[in-house]
Nanobody
């Protein structure tokens, strides 16, 4: 069982930056691939970024490439999402998630259905 707690959300002006953190409790954090997703009001949850268990592979949605960076520190059981040049349309609740099956194989997925555990989310609001 893994418990995930996101932090770092808040209000930022368009063009600004935020760094989200997701702290995991439970053993063997490094066995999990980790992902970030977001969900805006009235919209489906969408993939943002994912990282393999040791951080050797990263994956991004096209809309955030070159602006967002996912990273992890397995010694601290934490995954991060650095978000730069934020846009108002990126206002959403941001969730982190853990995937054990693909984590063990060294892969990661953009499919939210592939994740086993989810955090409660952190609100990011980008003002214009």
């Amino acid at each position: 069982q893994v418990q995930l707690v996101e932090s770092g959300g808040g209000l930022v002006q368009a063009g600004g930056s935020l760094r989200l953190s997701c702290a995991a409790s439970g053993p063997t954090f490094s066995s999990y691939a980790m992902g970030w997703f977001r969900q805006a009001p009235g919209k489906e949850r969408e993939f943002v970024a994912a990282i393999s268990r040791f951080g050797s592979s990263t994956y991004y949605a096209e809309s955030v490439k070159d602006r967002f960076t996912i990273s992890r520190d397995n010694a601290k059981n934490t995954v991060y999402l650095q978000m730069n040049s934020l846009k108002p349309e990126e206002t959403a609740v941001y969730y982190c998630a853990a995937d054990y099956r693909r984590g063990r194989s060294g892969a990661a997925t953009s499919d939210p259905g592939g994740y086993d555990y989810w955090g409660q989310g952190t609100q990011v609001t980008v003002s214009s």
